[in-house]
């Protein structure tokens, strides 16, 4: 039920017989015999708020005691420059690495397979069933659709936005990461061998599946009873990313304001919504507005947020009746009428004073709090400038609330006490609030060398306040250094060419072979060498690093940043600026010296072997005659 990017919101009726199917899966995941609740499962996410630290200290104690293993692993990724937020999953032995779009509205989770002749091109390299000894496929049999050849089960997903999804059904080693504690497991798996819309081209591999159904990684984690049934997504605030994502039980913070979640009502993830307030006034609309159809639906997978056309046209009046110092602008896109205003700033923290506060009243009368960045997206194109990031549903009269509206929110879907809920806190902060503790995860075994037993360089949170000299990238490649050496420089011509600098500015310092992979560590220089680059650009390069947004060939595998550093650039004194200069110039006085030193020598010496001059009349001594 993803809808991501710039995609606007059509019928859900072409969904008709996949919502059947989804609700039959999550009615027959119900009705299995389930283990006792087990410990739960972390997957982190990549202004401070005062609630993270109560957060963090609830957490050491309910988590920190060493009883409970976690996952913790970082989102990439954010909303405006990409539709979605990432993580990283590791399949098959030795682990196969994939970016994953975060999704509760989809029930399965898949990655492009090596055999797919319809799949795009995305971050890492498709999965390889052959080169994993743990890899097993789904055999055909009567709970499934199974392929042509009747030997294997298939899967097959569409969205809103009209991409679809179709492949195998396998099942391998699901691991986490080094930051891991929880033991990896085995799971099902879907291996694409088609995608269209914007599933093919996307930037991520694929999706992970949150929602209920047998399929979802959450039913058959908590089927295996490693965690229990709950999990928890946290998504960053504008123009940052990142953020937390928990699979498992968390104490829930004193204040976290809940609404109930009827697992009946929908097979999506639904809230009791009943009002909206705009700066302290409810929207003008009959409360049974937000209760039609699926009612009210939180997607993670969906970027912006969708209200029936009553609702949606009371909130744009009454958030445009409160900004009258703004100018009204055009979109950045012209294929969309978006709603946007000019004059706000940039400062995310000041937009309070222009724009209103919105609140969200759920039917236990307790309310969830929303900032302008849960309602507002950057204008791409006009500086300061911000846009209404909810939109009208089309007919359709469900209301569906994408990621827009919970950034900087921890969210918990507690599945298990049928209800969902919301607490606002930092979550660009949250996961080095969650990293207790660094016991590395015992990953599948076989290869030692292999990149998931490597923990990845966490994304740049902020820079000191210096002009920077040199950035220095350690980085491993899946490639073996003896085939990796005679692509040395046309890899860095390609990592200058995906951070758009200048080839000469990226150079090889050390190169290091480590088993089946190369380690090197690259220099990024300035452009000249008495230039220097801003914390802005060297954030920047950064960032696109961690966020694996340079790709590399496929003959050159998939690479892991390790580790990154920034050194300033060393400021000299007078004399060490002009040091050449001064020693040129002694250099050139000696020479002059000596040279004439030398014609002084010469001189003296050719005229003082010379006869003295007599005049002609003058008498000459007599000479004694010698014999013969």
């Not at 061998?193 to 984690?221: C, K, P, V, W, Y």
């Not at 209800?419 to 606002?424: A, D, R």
């Given at each position: ?7 606007r919101p ?6 008709a ?22 410990p ?15 957060l963090?200290?609830a ?8 009883a409970h293993?976690?996952?913790?692993m ?6 405006l ?15 196969q690495?994939f970016a ?10 898949y990655?492009?397979?090596a ?7 995305h ?9 994993s000894?743990?890899?097993s496929p789904?055999k055909?049999n ?10 294997q089960?298939t899967?097959?997903r569409?969205?809103?936005e009209m ?10 080693i ?14 099902v ?30 039913d ?7 965690i ?10 504008m ?12 104490p829930a913070?004193s204040d ?12 999506y ?12 006034k409810?929207l ?12 009210t ?5 969906t970027?912006?947020?969708y209200?029936?056309e ?16 703004l ?13 946007c205003?000019?004059?706000?700033g ?5 937009l309070?004073e ?6 969200m009243?759920?039917?236990?009368g307790?309310?969830?709090?929303l ?17 209404l ?8 009269p ?9 950034r900087n929110?921890?969210?918990t879907?507690?599945r ?6 919301f607490?606002k ?24 060398g ?17 002009d920077?000299g ?15 050496k005679?692509h ?36 990024i220089f ?5 230039n220097?680059?801003s ?5 920047g ?8 947004h ?17 050194q ?13 200069s ?7 006085v ?10 002084v ?6 005229f003082?072997?010379?006869?003295a001059?007599?005049?002609v009349?003058?008498?000459?001594p007599?000479?004694e005659?010698?014999?013969?």
């Amino acid at each position: 039920m993803a809808r991501r990017g710039r995609t606007r919101p059509g019928s859900l009726q072409a969904l008709a017989a996949v919502l059947v199917l989804a609700a039959a899966s999550a009615a027959a995941a119900g009705s299995l015999d389930r283990p006792a609740p087990g410990p739960p499962l972390f997957l982190p996410l990549a202004r401070s708020y005062p609630n993270a630290s109560r957060l963090a200290a609830a957490l050491r104690r309910g988590l920190g005691d060493g009883a409970h293993p976690n996952a913790r692993m970082r989102l990439h990724d954010d909303l405006l420059t990409n539709g979605y937020y990432t993580t990283r999953l590791y399949i098959g032995t030795p682990p196969q690495e994939f970016a994953l779009i975060v999704d509760s509205g989809s029930t399965v989770t898949y990655v492009p397979c090596a055999s797919c002749e319809q799949c795009g091109n995305h971050q890492d390299p498709r999965f390889q069933p052959d080169k994993s000894s743990t890899y097993s496929p789904v055999k055909c049999n009567v709970d499934c659709n199974c392929d042509d050849d009747k030997k294997q089960c298939t899967y097959e997903r569409q969205y809103a936005e009209m991409s679809s999804s179709s492949g195998v059904l396998g099942e391998d080693i699901v691991s986490f990461g080094r930051e891991s504690e929880l033991k990896p497991q085995r799971a099902v798996f879907g291996c694409e061998n088609s995608e269209t819309g914007d599933l093919f081209s996307q930037h991520a591999d694929g999706i992970m599946g949150l929602g209920r159904g047998q399929l979802s990684i959450m039913d058959q984690l908590v089927e295996k009873g490693v965690i229990s049934d709950s999990f928890s997504l946290c998504y960053g605030g504008m123009d940052i990313g990142g953020g937390a994502m928990v699979l498992g039980g968390m104490p829930a913070p004193s204040d976290m304001v809940f609404s109930r979640s009827d697992p009946v009502r929908s097979p999506y993830y639904n809230i009791e919504l009943k009002e909206i307030h705009v700066a302290g006034k409810a929207l003008r609309v009959d409360p049974r507005i937000f209760d039609h159809k699926h009612g009210t639906v939180l997607d993670s997978g969906t970027t912006y947020a969708y209200l029936p056309e009553q609702a949606f046209v009371a909130f744009k009046d009454a958030v445009t009746s409160k900004v009258h110092s703004l100018k009204k602008i055009r979109g950045p896109d012209p294929n969309y009428k978006d709603i946007c205003f000019a004059g706000a700033g940039r400062n995310v923290s000041q937009l309070h004073e222009v724009f209103p506060d919105v609140d969200m009243v759920f039917g236990n009368g307790q309310k969830l709090s929303l900032t302008p960045e849960n309602y507002l997206f950057r204008h791409s194109k006009v500086d300061g400038a911000y846009c209404l990031g909810v939109f009208q549903n089309g007919k359709d009269p469900t209301t569906l609330l994408g990621g827009i509206v919970v950034r900087n929110t921890l969210v918990t879907y507690d599945r298990h006490n049928e209800k969902i809920g919301f607490w606002k806190t930092n979550c660009s902060e949250l996961w080095e609030r969650l990293h207790i503790g660094d016991a590395p995860s015992p990953g599948p075994s076989g290869d030692t060398g292999s990149q998931a037993d490597m923990s990845p360089a966490p994304a740049p949170s902020g820079l000191p306040e210096f002009d920077v000299g040199l950035i220095t990238i350690d980085m491993s490649i899946n490639v073996t250094y003896p085939n990796l050496k005679p692509h040395l420089h046309e890899l860095a011509e390609l990592i200058a060419k995906e951070l758009e600098i200048d080839s000469h500015q990226v150079r090889v310092m050390n190169v290091t072979s480590q088993g089946n992979s190369t380690l090197i560590r690259w220099g990024i220089f300035p452009a000249g060498p008495d230039n220097a680059m801003s914390n802005a650009t060297a954030m920047g390069i950064i960032y696109r690093l961690t966020q694996h947004h340079v790709q590399l060939p496929e003959n050159l595998g998939s690479y892991q940043l390790l580790e990154w550093n920034v050194q300033p650039l060393s400021r000299r004194s007078w004399f060490q600026e002009h040091v050449v200069s001064i020693l040129i110039g002694i250099l050139l006085v000696v020479l002059i010296t000596l040279s004439a030193l030398l014609v002084v020598l010469v001189w003296r010496k050719k005229f003082s072997g010379q006869t003295a001059y007599r005049p002609v009349d003058s008498v000459a001594p007599e000479q004694e005659l010698q014999p013969l």
